[in-house]
């Protein structure tokens, strides 16, 4: 029997039953519909992810504080380490560095208001964040030194507390206080692992902690939440960070043979992190989504078993004209295979489709992010063929073992 002949053959017997092999092929369907759709989405949140991370840039460090090894406290970073750091005859391979002292806020004007994140920052945070001013003007280094009590809005953050009005020269109360709106940024998005920077309020660090910080610190000190370094470029980022290193824990007058009181992550580290997190996401997901295809398979199996105890008679007469047991182990697992296969692709059909649905679905401001990718399409056609040879290989050797004799006196 050839290729061509066994395709027909096994065709003709499973349309002989088209409502028992439509209840089959909607198990594979519905095994298969679920492993692109759940995949799909976890593989979209995996690009979401290092999208948002990779366009904050290549070349920024990240040092926030960590705990003492000794007694367990929380350690500190502050403003000083800043000043430390930026000093370039220092450090040849820091291009900036930037202060981020982190809170949630309320953020009022008139009647509209809403909770939000309020950083702390310098007016280096436009350059290293790589922001864009959408009206007025940055923060400045006069606003840090005077405690000056004025905000930049992200741009979504001025469209809901502002509305159409003029932004700029408006007073926007923050956890109570009055200040000064001078700039609204351009709408950048993203935001993953956080509040989007669209819709944050940045003020000077200096305001931050001496107006709304209820933090008790040394007089004079700044205690930040977190340092953003910037290195010249990407190549450099490695020899930033020892230099980093370096100048903090002479700062912090840590010795030789003790461990650092800080933390310091690349951004390289950051993203390997994330994306280990969410292909283990991915995997988990498609592991759920496999057990309705596990589940689609036993039903193969089950018309399949069904299929050779109908057709006794018939595999009888077949061994009786000459056909071998190859031929019949050949047709029923071919029989198999044609009805996974054909499962398979309108599986893959169909959550090509519900993946495109799934995609105009909002989240936030944002669409919900989807990915419809060639090795998902293999994988699932894949797995749906080996699933239809796996389980009708039973039936089919059970068939095949069939005696013409006993098969033909069976009623």
Do not use: C
């Amino acid at each position: 029997m050839n290729f061509y002949t066994i395709l027909k053959t096994s065709i003709n017997s499973l349309s002989t039953n088209k409502l028992r092999s439509g209840l089959t092929l909607l198990g594979i369907i519905i095994g298969i519909l679920s492993v692109i759709s759940l995949m799909g989405m976890g593989k979209g949140f995996e690009k979401s992810v290092t999208d948002t991370i990779e366009s904050l840039g290549t070349n920024l460090i990240f040092i926030s504080p960590s705990r003492d090894s000794r007694s367990g406290a929380q350690t500190i970073i502050s403003l000083k380490d800043v000043q430390v750091l930026a000093d370039e005859r220092k450090n040849t391979s820091i291009k900036s560095v930037t202060p981020e002292l982190i809170q949630m806020g309320k953020l009022n004007f008139g009647n509209n208001w809403k909770y939000t994140q309020v950083y702390g920052i310098t007016q280096n945070y436009k350059d290293v964040r790589n922001l864009e001013m959408k009206y007025g003007s940055f923060l400045s280094d006069i606003h840090v030194e005077n405690i000056s009590e004025v905000a930049v809005l992200g741009f979504k953050a001025a469209n809901e507390l502002l509305g159409n009005r003029n932004p700029i020269g408006q007073y926007v109360k923050i956890n109570g206080r009055s200040m000064m709106v001078i700039g609204v940024l351009k709408e950048k998005g993203g935001g993953f692992g956080g509040v989007s920077i669209d819709d944050r309020a940045l003020i000077p660090v200096t305001t931050a902690h001496f107006r709304f910080s209820s933090n008790n610190t040394t007089p004079g000190t700044v205690n930040l939440n977190s340092i953003v370094v910037e290195a010249i470029n990407s190549e450099s980022v490695n020899k930033a960070l020892l230099e980093a290193t370096s100048v903090l824990r002479f700062n912090h007058k840590i010795g030789a043979d003790e461990d650092d009181d800080f933390q310091i992550l690349n951004q390289q580290d950051i993203l390997e992190t994330f994306q280990t997190i969410t292909q283990g996401i991915t995997i988990f997901l498609g592991a759920v989504a496999g057990i309705s295809l596990l589940v689609g398979g036993i039903g193969v199996m089950n018309i399949m078993l069904v299929s050779v105890t109908e057709r006794t008679r018939e595999i009888g007469i077949r061994k009786s004209l000459g056909a071998k047991r190859k031929d019949i182990l050949l047709q029923f697992v071919s029989e198999s295979i044609v009805l996974s296969s054909l499962g398979g692709m309108v599986g893959i059909f169909l959550g090509w489709v519900s993946l495109y649905f799934i995609g105009q679905v909002k989240i936030g401001d944002d669409l919900f992010n989807t990915e419809f990718t060639l090795d998902i399409v293999l994988l699932s056609f894949g797995v749906s063929a080996i699933t239809g040879l796996f389980f009708g290989i039973f039936p089919a050797v059970r068939a095949s073992k069939l005696q013409p004799v006993d098969a033909l006196r069976y009623q």
